[in-house]
């Protein structure tokens, strides 16, 4: 009975040890290109629950670090509808919801493509 354990252990051809990680994951450019990818659509899907005027001041202030007085001016209204903006533009980033229902009949016949007749 031993000797059949030992006999079958020896003749197991699959992997003994896991493969190695990686330290960092952008060394792998496969990898490195699936995060940027993943990242990318976060931010997309994150942005889309904002109006266009509320995406705009976002942008200015987190990504360019514009001032107030540079995105009123930028965007056409006052730098306290400028901070106004910002502050509702990060209260529905948090909020997890998006800002507006899509329409699942639409969505279908989207997806089917053109009909053929």
Do not use: I, K, N
């Not at 051809?13 to 060394?27: K, R």
């Not at 903006?85 to 800002?99: D, F």
């Amino acid at each position: 009975m031993l000797r059949s354990a030992r006999v079958r252990r020896e003749e197991y051809v699959g992997p003994w040890l896991p493969e190695p990680l990686l330290s960092d994951p952008y060394q792998d450019p496969a990898r490195s290109v699936e995060l940027a990818d993943s990242v990318s659509m976060a931010a997309l899907l994150l942005l889309e629950r904002l109006s266009p005027l509320e995406r705009a001041v976002f942008v200015l202030r987190e990504v360019f670090a514009f001032g107030f007085d540079e995105m009123a001016a930028a965007v056409g209204r006052s730098e306290a509808a400028c901070r106004q903006l910002v502050v509702r533009a990060r209260r529905h980033m948090g909020a997890g919801r998006p800002r507006f229902a899509a329409d699942r009949q639409s969505d279908r016949s989207w997806r089917r493509g053109p009909s053929t007749r």
